[in-house]
């Protein structure tokens, strides 16, 4: 007879008599039961379940963990935070994009969180810690404008590149850990561009994509209007109708995936 206190998923392993180890299914389900009834991690947890006669390694244990939620006062420091200084953050990032021939290619790019323009981007196969460190140089040639620079905690933005940004004069911001939202601007510039641009194309090569996000960066900086901001980010001038006969035409840009509307006289 299973004695009493014991969870029910372990009270009828043992009631059925000899002990079996559960399966990655009840093994799941109960490390998501401890995780929820306590406020405990994944070493906490293993420890429990060595004790019930279950092995699981810490990297199981904390694939299946429910996500943290970030506290109130966290969430709202940080909030806080990114709106004190927006004109001074800039944020930086990766994305994965596959070519026809099933390679991966990485770009990285580094964007202004006040008026959403992106600084600097560059396209690689092999991407490296002193690879990034040289397109944070091409990034900030000068005496950066920005005090403080974002990223998540990807393993390339190792301690050599954060150096790199103190010599920079740079701040790191390093997010915490499963926390996209503290990096929101450049997540969002991934979405836009793979919406607007990389849904729609096949990429060739490297030199290829590199092309492809020139152009959609000139568009982005220059002409696409932002919600956010209610402007291009680098800025783009009113247009008053010129005469009773003009009328409103489409440039195309991209490729012809966006245009930019302006007025013209009929000719």
């Known amino acids: 007879m299973a004695p009493s206190g014991l969870p029910p998923l372990l009270a009828i392993y043992l009631d059925a008599g000899a002990w079996t180890a559960p399966g990655p299914e009840e093994t799941r389900d109960l490390i998501v039961r401890m995780a929820t009834e306590n406020p405990w991690r994944a070493r906490k947890i293993q420890a429990e379940l060595a004790k019930l006669g279950i092995r699981v390694s810490l990297a199981t244990i904390s694939r299946y963990l429910p996500k943290a939620e970030p506290g109130p006062g966290q969430h709202q420091r940080w909030m806080t935070f990114l709106r004190n200084h927006k004109d001074l953050i800039s944020g930086m990032d990766f994305f994965v994009v596959p070519t026809v021939r099933f390679r991966l290619l990485y770009v990285w790019f ?47 933005f190792a301690a050599e590149v954060v150096a790199s940004m103190g010599r920079l004069g740079i701040r790191p911001r390093r997010t915490a850990y499963r926390s996209p939202w503290q990096n929101g601007t450049a997540e969002r510039f991934v979405g836009s561009v793979r919406r607007e641009l990389l849904d729609h194309v096949v990429v060739l090569s490297e030199d290829h994509l590199r092309r492809l996000l020139q152009e959609y960066v000139d568009y982005y900086n220059a002409e696409r209007v932002h919600t956010f901001i209610g402007d291009a980010p680098e800025g783009r001038a009113l247009e008053s109708k010129p005469s009773t006969s003009a009328n409103v035409i489409g440039l195309p840009r991209v490729g012809g995936l966006h245009h930019r509307y302006v007025w013209r006289d009929a000719a």
């Open 110 to 156: 580094v964007l202004d969180h006040g008026r959403r323009r992106l600084l600097h981007f560059n396209v690689t196969e092999n991407p490296t810690a002193v690879w990034v460190i040289q397109q944070l140089r091409e990034a900030f040639p000068d005496q950066p404008a920005h005090r403080f620079l974002i990223f998540d905690n990807d393993a390339i």
